[in-house]
């Protein structure tokens, strides 16, 4: 009997002992995905138990690109939430505020200019990463600085917002004034989706995560790999080449993955500095994404 006591604890020992190696193991296997990359990649990932949290370049600046529109319209919908605005609003987008160097759906749909809701431009802005939509929403707003303001107060030091898309895409080095970290972008998210102190009204939340939810851009980034179905609700951001460096700034992907057991994880990957093509730079977000996936659904 004394002999079985001591087997039953070792197993449990050694058991124990594997369980908190395995996030190790999963930060082994990330830096094996990273290692020859001609890149710069900042991971963090949060699980619902603190020893599920793995971080690297955890608190390195990076810059945003349009991942900054989901904290965009995070602070619209604060000001709908006190009044100030509401999403049935309408806005008149005059065909002069359809800039033919910005990326914009909108502009394809309308070339002569329209009038929207404030709903509409947000999912414009979100789910299709409309650089129009998203500069329309930051002059309704009063500027960047007003969403730089809202997040400092809410406590999220690492975040800062100070330009729109116009001036960002028209200025390759000023990009790097919107930026955040993969800890501050995993911390922004976990505090929206569980709606921290009542953060926003119960309408606004199944509003923005429902958006979130249909994000078409980014196919091949954290969704790429998951299994048909998986849900995900993320926020992409990408810089595109620099014309003489031949460098991507940034190919960004965060967001909230939905596994099978009803649990969730959050894993924001930033990938900066990067002398790869456009396709590898999407693989090592989609690489790192599915094995975090497989060390979840592993536990």
Same mark, same amino acid.
């Given at each position: 009997?004394?002999?079985?006591?001591?087997?039953?604890?070792?197993?449990?020992?050694?058991?124990?002992?594997?369980?908190?190696?395995?996030?190790?193991?999963?930060?082994?296997?990330?830096?094996?995905? =990273?290692?020859?990359?001609?890149?710069?990649?900042?991971?963090?990932?949060?699980?619902?138990?603190?020893?599920?949290?793995?971080?690297?370049?955890?608190?390195?600046?990076?810059?945003?690109?349009?991942?900054?529109?989901?904290?965009?319209?995070? =602070?619209?919908?604060?000001?709908?939430?006190?009044?100030?605005?509401?999403?049935?609003?309408?806005?008149?987008?005059?065909?002069?505020?359809?800039?033919?160097?910005?990326?914009?759906?909108?502009?394809?749909?309308?070339?002569?200019?329209?009038?929207?809701?404030?709903?509409?431009?947000?999912?414009?802005?979100?789910?299709?990463?409309?650089?129009?939509?998203?500069?329309?929403?930051? !002059?309704?707003?009063?500027?960047?600085?007003?969403?730089?303001?809202?997040?400092?107060?809410?406590?999220?030091?690492?975040?800062?917002? !100070?330009?729109?898309?116009?001036? /960002?895409?028209?200025?390759?080095?000023?990009?790097?004034?919107?930026?955040?970290?993969?800890?501050?972008?995993?911390?922004?998210?976990? =505090?929206?989706?569980?709606?921290?102190?009542?953060?926003?009204?119960?309408?606004?939340?199944?509003?923005?995560?429902?958006? /979130?939810?249909?994000?078409? =851009?980014?196919?091949? !980034?954290?969704?790429?790999?998951?299994?048909?179905?998986?849900?995900?609700?993320?926020?992409?951001?990408?810089?595109?080449?620099?014309?003489?460096?031949?460098?991507?700034?940034?190919?960004?992907?965060?967001?909230?993955?939905?596994?099978?057991?009803?649990?969730?994880?959050?894993?924001?990957?930033?990938?900066?500095?990067?002398?790869?093509?456009?396709?590898?730079?999407?693989?090592?977000?989609?690489?790192?994404?599915?094995?975090?996936?497989?060390?979840?659904?592993?536990?």
């Amino acid at each position: 009997m004394k002999h079985a006591f001591y087997i039953i604890v070792l197993l449990l020992t050694f058991s124990s002992v594997g369980i908190s190696q395995d996030i190790e193991s999963l930060k082994e296997q990330i830096n094996s995905i =990273t290692k020859n990359k001609k890149a710069i990649v900042g991971v963090a990932i949060n699980g619902s138990k603190a020893k599920n949290t793995l971080r690297i370049n955890g608190q390195r600046h990076f810059p945003m690109q349009s991942v900054f529109k989901f904290p965009i319209a995070l =602070t619209i919908l604060s000001e709908v939430d006190k009044g100030n605005l509401s999403l049935n609003q309408k806005i008149v987008i005059e065909k002069s505020e359809l800039l033919p160097g910005l990326w914009s759906p909108l502009r394809e749909k309308y070339p002569d200019g329209c009038t929207l809701t404030i709903a509409e431009i947000i999912e414009y802005t979100v789910a299709l990463s409309d650089n129009v939509g998203c500069d329309v929403l930051l !002059r309704l707003l009063g500027g960047p600085q007003v969403v730089e303001n809202y997040f400092s107060n809410l406590g999220f030091k690492d975040f800062a917002v !100070r330009i729109n898309e116009e001036t /960002m895409q028209n200025n390759w080095d000023l990009q790097f004034l919107n930026w955040t970290t993969p800890e501050e972008a995993n911390n922004i998210l976990t =505090t929206f989706y569980q709606n921290k102190n009542g953060l926003l009204s119960k309408g606004n939340y199944d509003f923005i995560w429902d958006i /979130m939810k249909g994000t078409k =851009t980014g196919k091949n !980034r954290i969704k790429g790999l998951l299994p048909k179905g998986t849900v995900v609700a993320h926020k992409t951001g990408w810089s595109g080449k620099h014309k003489e460096t031949g460098i991507t700034a940034a190919v960004n992907n965060i967001g909230i993955v939905f596994l099978p057991n009803g649990e969730y994880f959050t894993i924001s990957v930033f990938v900066s500095e990067s002398k790869e093509n456009f396709e590898t730079n999407e693989k090592i977000i989609s690489d790192i994404s599915k094995a975090t996936w497989d060390y979840f659904i592993g536990l």
